[in-house]
């Protein structure tokens, strides 16, 4: 029927439903997967895939080196759970807030046997969820009955693999005129995806002609330092120094990208800001909750400069790598604009980490 959700639509449902503790059904030729999100599991539910089968925890390679567990299936671990373990042994080995008080987590036993593909696809579904990259999960050989029996999402892995790698398309809702202390002159522009996802904003500065490189920032969004004035990163003050910098000239666009904390969500950026007062930088933190590096998708960014008629930018930033994501998107960079802005005395270790490890020339 028309009225039946898509394929995108079940994936969105599928994304809310592990945010809230309810499991999803994955299945391929082999069978089917019954996980669920490793920080939204209560013991009623355990208990419940206790009685499917024996529960495995599914984290990344990166938890995993912390863990000193081994990844046979290369960037993932099947951790099994123990019969005797309850939600803070899950939560313990989920999670690294503990790690240094609890150091012991062990012995932890990686199953080997068997194809890891759906839990994969269920950590890339968490991850798209802005979730702990881990989840519990127990295999079942009908997928169907049981998802039809407790009203429970199913999803075809090699349907979704295409939309968990891909971006969402993006469709612009409406631009209005919003004078700024910075740029007077500015419209935001709202984009929407198709999947239900977060909204992302293009403020446009004056009238920029499309015929010639455009000045842009890709800023993604900083909660705590675009609204809080957090001192611990630069991004305030980048943020508002792209605007100033727009609204002298007269002209540009800069692109606000709803992904927070390089693309892992607030909640998962504070965890990672516990870290931090434990004494790990940035990208250890993040390697220690099982993401990488820095896991945002500047696709997005690319998509809306070509949806607003920009094909070429001088880009304000400090980081080469950005500006080699909008050439391979398609988007020529004429100059990269430096905007070294925002040194203090409590961010002066993070912005060492980024240059250090992420490469941005500071």
């Not at 899950?90 to 046997?113: C, F, H, N, T, W």
């Not at 995806?193 to 920029?208: K, L, N």
């Not at 100033?244 to 693309?263: C, D, F, P, S, T």
């Not at 870290?275 to 993401?291: I, K, M, P, S």
Request: with cysteine.
């Amino acid at each position: 029927m028309a009225l039946s959700p898509t394929l995108v639509e079940q994936l969105a449902r599928a994304r809310a439903d592990l945010r809230i503790g309810v499991p999803v059904v994955l299945r391929d030729s082999g069978g089917g997967l019954l996980v669920v999100a490793a920080e939204a599991l209560g013991a009623e539910r355990l208990a419940g895939l206790r009685g499917l089968g024996k529960p495995v925890l599914a984290i990344t390679a990166r938890r995993a080196e912390t863990l000193k567990a081994r990844p046979y299936d290369g960037d993932l671990a099947r951790i099994a759970v123990p019969e005797d373990a309850d939600l803070a042994w899950i939560e313990g080995v989920a999670d690294p807030a503990d790690d240094l008080s609890q150091p012991m987590k062990g012995p932890l036993r990686s199953e080997r046997e068997g194809s890891a593909e759906l839990h994969r696809a269920a950590l890339k579904l968490a991850k798209s969820a802005r979730l702990l990259p881990a989840v519990v999960a127990v295999s079942v050989a009908d997928p169907h009955a049981l998802a039809a029996s407790q009203g429970l999402t199913l999803l075809d892995a090699a349907q979704i693999a295409p939309l968990l790698e891909g971006t969402s398309h993006l469709h612009e809702v409406i631009a209005a005129r919003v004078p700024l202390e910075l740029a007077e002159t500015a419209r935001l522009h709202v984009f929407r995806p198709e999947d239900g996802g977060e909204e992302h904003y293009a403020i446009e500065v004056g009238r920029p002609d499309r015929a010639h490189p455009v000045l842009a920032r890709l800023h993604s969004a900083c909660f705590t330092g675009d609204l809080l004035g957090s001192l611990k990163c630069d991004c305030g003050p980048q943020l508002a120094a792209a605007l100033k910098r727009m609204g002298e000239e007269g002209a540009g666009v800069l692109l606000y990208l709803n992904q927070e904390g390089r693309g892992i969500g607030l909640a998962n950026k504070m965890r990672a800001y516990s870290l931090q007062d434990q004494g790990f930088d940035t990208v250890e933190a993040n390697h220690r909750l099982g993401f990488e590096d820095d896991e945002r998708d500047f696709r997005i960014g690319a998509e809306i400069l070509n949806r607003m008629g920009f094909s070429a930018v001088r880009l304000l930033t400090n980081n080469p790598a950005k500006v080699a994501m909008m050439e391979n998107c398609g988007i020529t960079v004429t100059e990269r604009v430096p905007l070294k802005v925002g040194l203090n005395p409590l961010n002066e270790k993070y912005l060492d980490t980024k240059a250090k490890k992420s490469g941005h020339i500071l």
